[in-house]
């Protein structure tokens, strides 16, 4: 499983950088596709306790703004999303962990299609014993019950940077790295914050959600 | 989407677990007491009908950093070790209220993983506590409480804070002497001379807050002198290591959840005086004392030994050590705890 999502997680992109290589990709053409991206990343709670997280952008709105330079024009483009995601990694020994959450995420890309990504989210932190677990009776003898878990509810906040690539005309393929802390509330008797980073890709395909069109407001200076 | 999560949810219940060769124990359990999910992490030889149960110090610590070093390694090939995660420190996890931390309750949560021990591994299996720094607090109050001290064979108490209140004053008289000492041998005489000017002025019928910050911060860092001018003995590196990044132990976790419930105990633990109860104490006891352990003085190994009502009681002070014999000495360490184990299991 671990060697699994190492692989992919860094053959996907590998993948797709010696593609694009190949290719020599110039264009530089940016359109939100009518499926929603979906996005597939290795998960490394604490960087090394291995997992995969899965999820998908529902694009809101788009601000593309337009600038005039001496020599030529510069475009960058802002979007507003949602993203929905399931997570789920194995710390050894310890736990394994669920995460369903959605962020709210605000990404900028720039002319060369270069982005950088904030979000605020929202989640559900589940964590899963590992072992069984035994617990004291009322009567002060104690009992195996197997398999437990706790939930949390877990806001985060991620910082993401990446480059997005056109390898086949409408289906483009991003790139990223991903930083996030989650809080995970009413831990113990406070709170605890959890550190995880992300290596993953997100592809346009010609299936999937449909998203239909998105707003976007158009700027020039 | 939603059968993906089904799998995974599946994946996550039923995977499967290996069968534990009870010679060489590596397993981790879990302790659910009063909405805390306590791990407890079993390494060693259970053949034995021997458990070592690791009591952390801090609070604040985890019990898997007590297995790092060379002492635990003949002690796992000989016994099985539990290394407990105290409520609200290292992996714990759990729903409970501030009101629920507190030292009465972490004897309870003791007291559940004991009785974990014996209704998971056998009756016939003997527990002996091993408990450090703040742990020394912990079980001594378990130890006091009750008749909870028949649930263990022993009692090993190193380096343990059981009176706080004595624990500042003798840290201040400790550091005077000492400085004294290593002045006239012309030991890093500098520093020894900052020490004596600060450590004079404090007041010991009014050592405040602050003061006993500092005492803490002071008793490590003359460690380092005293090692460096070969007064104590240095670790030996190798041994039982748990990874940082691969390990159970999620450091960041451990740190923050750990630093929080220290906060939570804080006042209580600054607080307790368990010297005028020791005398409850009947079980064999051994207690192990770092010779230049400022922050937890000797006198306190002193205390116990002097004040339990147990017939078989030891006390041994290492002469090169400070508040962590079982680095500082552990070929020693390692060998003093093993003969009180096969004198009593």
């Not at chain 1, 390898?167 to 113990?188: A, H, Q």
């Amino acid at each position: 499983m671990k060697k699994l999502i190492i692989i992919l997680s860094f053959l996907i992109p590998l993948g797709i950088l010696a593609q694009e290589q190949e290719k020599e990709v110039t264009d530089k053409e940016f359109k939100l596709g009518e499926y929603a991206p979906m996005y597939v990343s290795y998960y490394g709670n604490f960087v090394t306790h291995p997992g995969i997280k899965l999820g998908f952008d529902w694009n809101l709105l788009m601000i593309e703004k337009t600038k005039a330079k001496k020599k030529r024009i510069k475009t960058i483009k802002k979007i507003l999303l949602v993203t929905p995601s399931i997570t789920y990694y194995s710390h050894k020994a310890s736990h394994k962990g669920l995460i369903i959450s959605t962020d709210l995420a605000w990404r900028r890309y720039s002319e060369k299609l270069f982005f950088r990504e904030v979000s605020l989210g929202a989640g559900y932190f589940r964590k899963f014993n590992s072992g069984e677990t035994w617990e004291t009776n009322d009567d002060g003898t104690v009992s195996n019950i197997g398999s437990t878990s706790r939930g949390y509810f877990a806001p985060s906040i991620s910082f993401a940077f990446g480059k997005r690539f056109i390898i086949k005309k409408g289906m483009p393929i991003s790139v990223f790295t991903k930083l996030n802390t989650n809080v995970l509330t009413g831990y113990d008797a406070s709170a605890v914050a959890e550190l995880s980073l992300e290596l993953g890709a997100r592809m346009t395909l010609d299936w999937g959600i449909n998203r239909g069109e998105i707003r976007t407001i158009t700027k020039s200076k | 989407m939603k059968y993906l999560y089904i799998l995974l949810i599946a994946f996550v219940l039923f995977s499967c677990e290996k069968e534990q060769d009870l010679g060489k124990l590596n397993e981790t359990i879990y302790v659910r007491n009063d909405g805390a999910d306590m791990p407890v992490y079993m390494r060693g030889n259970m053949n034995s009908k021997v458990v070592v149960l690791i009591v952390h110090g801090g609070p604040g610590g985890n019990g898997l950093e007590y297995r790092d070093g060379f002492w635990t390694v003949d002690l796992e090939e000989k016994y099985a070790m539990a290394y407990w995660d105290q409520r609200g420190q290292g992996m714990s996890q759990g729903h409970y209220s501030k009101s629920d931390v507190t030292v009465a309750k972490m004897v309870e949560d003791m007291d559940a993983v004991i009785e974990v021990l014996k209704a998971k591994y056998g009756n016939d299996v003997g527990v002996f506590a091993l408990g450090h720094s703040w742990g020394g607090t912990l079980t001594a109050k378990y130890m006091t409480t009750g008749n909870l001290q028949h649930n263990l064979k022993g009692w090993i108490e190193s380096n343990g804070a059981h009176d706080n209140l004595k624990n500042y004053i003798e840290a201040t008289k400790m550091f005077v002497n000492v400085a004294n000492e290593q002045i006239a041998l012309e030991n890093n005489i500098d520093n020894w001379e900052s020490i004596l000017d600060w450590v004079t002025a404090i007041d010991t019928n009014n050592i405040t807050y602050d003061q006993t910050v500092e005492l803490n911060e002071n008793a490590f860092e003359v460690e380092d002198w005293l090692l460096e001018d070969e007064v104590m003995q240095w670790g030996e590196a190798g041994g039982n290591e748990t990874s940082m990044f691969h390990g159970p132990i999620n450091p960041l976790t451990s740190f923050l959840i750990g630093s929080m419930t220290n906060g939570m105990l804080e006042e209580e633990v600054e607080a307790t005086t368990l010297t005028n109860e020791l005398y409850k104490i009947t079980i064999p006891v051994l207690a192990l004392w770092g010779k230049y352990d400022f922050v937890v003085p000797p006198t306190l190994g002193y205390d116990t030994y002097n004040n339990i009502s147990s017939t078989t009681k030891k006390l041994v002070i290492f002469e090169k050590s400070g508040h962590s014999p079982m680095n500082n000495e552990w070929r020693k360490f390692t060998d003093e705890v093993m003969l009180f184990i096969d004198a009593n299991k």
